[in-house]
């Protein structure tokens, strides 16, 4: 896999326009991220514009339900030909086994691929301190990112999101066929904004992650495309 395509560019927008905008002031991206906002705000309109353009996508939903409502938001989601799809490990075991058989069962019916569904550990915006004080869970931070991608392995799903700091021990552990999507990824010249547990693109694909999700670092930049060339340089340097 050429090292580009391994950076998902988070299209973290709040419309349609703006979304178009971004997208054909970077055709050299080949690889997107639909988030909450963005998919609300448009519904699949974000979806069908992008594979227009022959574009991977990253649906990043995020869900977290019970099992039946996760079956059916997985079945409609997949229909779409996403190449990616999130639903939250904490959803449980029954969700994510139900996520699963949803998800090829719409794919199946819309004559699309599958989606490889990616379990959310803990969010990267979540501290060590944030999950013993906040949340109250009683495990290392790493222990519980590691819990929570072996359940996900356990029932069937194709990977995990996690922050680069857990990616070699997921890696070791979970081996070489499970992927691991990695947001909370800024290089050395952005700020870290909320991202609390953050590696640059170069140490995060050296550590063992298939994906790393960018948005700010390049979508807020004075010069987006400047930024893109900037990591890309970076990144094929390690190639």
């Excluded at 979304?19 to 080949?30: F, N």
């Amino acid at each position: 896999m050429n090292i580009n395509e391994r950076v998902i560019v988070a299209l973290d927008v709040a419309d349609e326009d703006s979304a178009i905008a971004l997208v054909d002031q970077l055709p050299q991206v080949g690889f997107w991220k639909v988030g909450l906002e963005l998919f609300t705000n448009t519904g699949p309109k974000i979806l069908e514009m992008l594979k227009s353009r022959q574009k991977r996508i990253f649906l990043d939903l995020k869900f977290h339900d019970i099992p039946n409502t996760i079956a059916g938001a997985c079945r409609s989601a997949a229909r779409y030909g996403v190449d990616l799809l999130t639903i939250h490990a904490t959803a449980g075991k029954d969700a994510l086994k139900a996520a699963t058989e949803a998800a090829q069962e719409g794919a199946t019916q819309a004559g699309v691929k599958s989606p490889k569904l990616i379990a959310i550990t803990l969010l990267t915006s979540i501290s060590a301190r944030d999950l013993a004080f906040d949340l109250k869970i009683p495990l290392e931070l790493p222990e519980y990112v590691l819990e929570m991608a072996l359940l996900a392995q356990e029932t069937g799903l194709d990977g995990a999101v996690c922050s680069p700091q857990e990616v070699v021990q997921l890696r070791q552990t979970c081996g070489d066929d499970f992927l691991l999507v990695c947001p909370g990824v800024r290089p050395n010249w952005t700020d870290k904004a909320d991202q609390k547990r953050s590696l640059t693109p170069v140490q995060a694909i050296q550590a063992g992650a298939d994906y790393l999700v960018i948005g700010r670092p390049i979508t807020a930049a004075s010069d987006p495309e400047l930024a893109w060339k900037r990591i890309s340089q970076e990144l094929s340097a390690i190639a």
